[in-house]
């Protein structure tokens, strides 16, 4: 039970920055937040399903005890804990006293938004622990190889290095999907089929060009697939761009909309056109539309409320601000993920100097190089996932991949040269 509350209260917060557009964007149209949990509970609005929960309970609250406000203050004690629940409490003591709810909802707005740049600047501080972690794991396993002070099986040493690895690949992972890149299942399976075959590749006759071959393969395959979903983001923030300006120029939002999508040349968004053209509401044509996360998102917050809110530019402004502020936030973390880079530079580094010093002594030498060269193997390529995910959305589809794998390769190969 306590498992399930806290993932509903996780789904709350993940949430809640939707929650507060759409309804910034009702009152803008002088309506409350008991007409939107109306809205919700009867399908008026599209939200996510722990908001619905909350919904259909706040009716059955207010239909029992008779007073919105009461009704409000009694769910923020059943909800407890979540961003929501001191947020209700704190519009219902407006709702009594000075009644401007509206410019409460937006500064709450602005605050969350905030909140979703810090909470990603923390996921990196972890990502660079790791990363830092990542270095003296791999120096370390290679002194263990060399100095007889504690014999550790090689595969033990590997599953160590991929472990730490792949922690990194989810942890950044995590970092792209609250900056909604599109997070495809394929895209996924590709990442990880390589990041697990690597111990493999290395072991095949003419490793070198058998780990590229793969690569390629892979590259090509998720770069096109990852490239026709970007499109459409594209395409989105594109029209929702001009949409914002029509509206700023007085025009409906209904028909800034209609007029700014019947340009695109996308099936799915041709498909949200004709919804609108047919007059059906937005809950209506997001049912029936498949596109990538951040399109969703973008077409979800204007559609929601688009029958609350032709005028209005309160809520456009709303949508504009939380596009900018995911943009900026984007830009961001790849300047962040240039410092990554260093951290792969200076490993490769440590290796060759290991190298170097284990070059003076040939009896420690012996047997042992092969296996130092491919722990600096493993750990340059799995340092650099974060890298291309970060900046691309998908580590095989980025070109970043490509050059650190060949980084690898020919710092494996260099090595054993010179030995």
């Given at each position: 039970?306590?498992?399930?509350?806290?993932?509903?209260?996780?789904?709350?917060?993940?949430?809640?920055?939707?929650?507060?557009?759409?309804?910034?964007?009702?009152?803008?149209?002088?309506?409350?937040?008991?007409?939107?949990?109306?809205?919700?509970?009867?399908?008026?609005?599209?939200?996510?399903?722990?908001?619905?929960?909350?919904?259909?309970?706040?009716?059955?609250?207010?239909?029992?005890?008779?007073?919105?406000?009461?009704?409000?203050?009694?769910?923020?004690?059943?909800?407890?804990?979540?961003?929501?629940?001191?947020?209700?409490?704190?519009?219902?003591?407006?709702?009594?006293?000075?009644?401007?709810?509206?410019?409460?909802?937006?500064?709450?707005?602005?605050?969350?938004?905030?909140?979703?740049?810090?909470?990603?600047?923390?996921?990196?501080?972890?990502?660079?622990?790791?990363?830092?972690?990542?270095?003296?794991?791999?120096?370390?396993?290679?002194?263990?190889?060399?100095?007889?002070?504690?014999?550790?099986?090689?595969?033990?040493?590997?599953?160590?290095?991929?472990?730490?690895?792949?922690?990194?690949?989810?942890?950044?992972?995590?970092?792209?999907?609250?900056?909604?890149?599109?997070?495809?299942?394929?895209?996924?399976?590709?990442?990880?089929?390589?990041?697990?075959?690597?111990?493999?590749?290395?072991?095949?006759?003419?490793?070198?060009?058998?780990?590229?071959?793969?690569?390629?393969?892979?590259?090509?395959?998720?770069?096109?697939?990852?490239?026709?979903?970007?499109?459409?983001?594209?395409?989105?923030?594109?029209?929702?761009?001009?949409?914002y300006s029509s509206v700023l120029l007085g025009r409906s939002l209904d028909l800034a909309l209609v007029e700014s999508l019947s340009k695109s040349q996308l099936d799915a968004l041709r498909a949200v056109n004709i919804g609108l053209s047919r007059g059906l509401e937005g809950y209506e044509i997001l049912s029936r539309v498949k596109v990538?996360?951040?399109?969703?998102?973008?077409?979800?917050?204007?559609?929601?409320?688009?029958?609350?809110?032709?005028?209005?530019?309160?809520?456009?402004?709303?949508?504009?601000?939380?596009?900018?502020e995911l943009m900026s936030t984007r830009v961001f973390v790849k300047e962040r993920s240039r410092l990554y880079i260093l951290y792969i530079l200076i490993l490769a580094l440590l290796i060759s100097v290991s190298y170097k010093m284990l070059s003076q002594f040939p009896l420690l030498a012996q047997g042992n190089t092969e296996l130092i060269?491919?722990?600096?193997?493993?750990?340059?390529?799995?340092?650099?996932?974060?890298?291309?995910?970060?900046?691309?959305?998908?580590?095989?589809?980025?070109?970043?991949?490509?050059?650190?794998?060949?980084?690898?390769?020919?710092?494996?190969?260099?090595?054993?040269?010179?030995?």
């Amino acid at each position: 039970m306590k498992i399930v509350f806290q993932r509903f209260n996780k789904c709350l917060d993940e949430y809640f920055s939707d929650f507060l557009i759409t309804l910034s964007a009702l009152e803008a149209g002088g309506l409350k937040i008991y007409d939107l949990f109306t809205a919700i509970h009867e399908g008026e609005i599209s939200m996510a399903k722990c908001y619905v929960h909350v919904a259909n309970w706040y009716v059955v609250l207010e239909k029992s005890l008779g007073d919105p406000h009461v009704a409000l203050q009694e769910l923020s004690r059943d909800l407890r804990v979540s961003k929501l629940a001191s947020f209700l409490r704190g519009y219902s003591d407006i709702l009594v006293t000075s009644g401007d709810t509206k410019t409460y909802v937006n500064s709450s707005l602005r605050a969350e938004l905030s909140n979703i740049k810090a909470r990603i600047e923390e996921s990196l501080r972890i990502l660079e622990t790791l990363y830092e972690s990542t270095i003296a794991l791999v120096l370390t396993l290679s002194l263990l190889v060399v100095l007889p002070i504690w014999s550790l099986p090689a595969w033990i040493s590997v599953s160590i290095i991929q472990c730490i690895g792949l922690i990194s690949y989810l942890l950044a992972l995590r970092v792209i999907k609250r900056l909604y890149y599109p997070t495809h299942t394929l895209l996924l399976l590709c990442d990880l089929l390589y990041l697990l075959l690597l111990p493999i590749l290395y072991s095949l006759p003419g490793m070198g060009l058998t780990t590229l071959v793969v690569l390629t393969i892979l590259h090509i395959s998720t770069k096109r697939f990852l490239g026709n979903l970007l499109n459409v983001d594209v395409e989105v923030v594109k029209i929702f761009r001009e949409v914002y300006s029509s509206v700023l120029l007085g025009r409906s939002l209904d028909l800034a909309l209609v007029e700014s999508l019947s340009k695109s040349q996308l099936d799915a968004l041709r498909a949200v056109n004709i919804g609108l053209s047919r007059g059906l509401e937005g809950y209506e044509i997001l049912s029936r539309v498949k596109v990538p996360t951040l399109s969703s998102k973008i077409l979800t917050l204007i559609l929601n409320p688009l029958k609350y809110s032709y005028t209005s530019t309160a809520h456009v402004t709303a949508v504009n601000t939380f596009i900018e502020e995911l943009m900026s936030t984007r830009v961001f973390v790849k300047e962040r993920s240039r410092l990554y880079i260093l951290y792969i530079l200076i490993l490769a580094l440590l290796i060759s100097v290991s190298y170097k010093m284990l070059s003076q002594f040939p009896l420690l030498a012996q047997g042992n190089t092969e296996l130092i060269s491919f722990y600096g193997y493993l750990g340059i390529i799995l340092l650099s996932t974060p890298v291309g995910l970060v900046n691309d959305g998908c580590y095989t589809a980025s070109r970043i991949s490509i050059a650190f794998t060949i980084i690898a390769l020919g710092l494996t190969l260099l090595l054993n040269i010179t030995m």
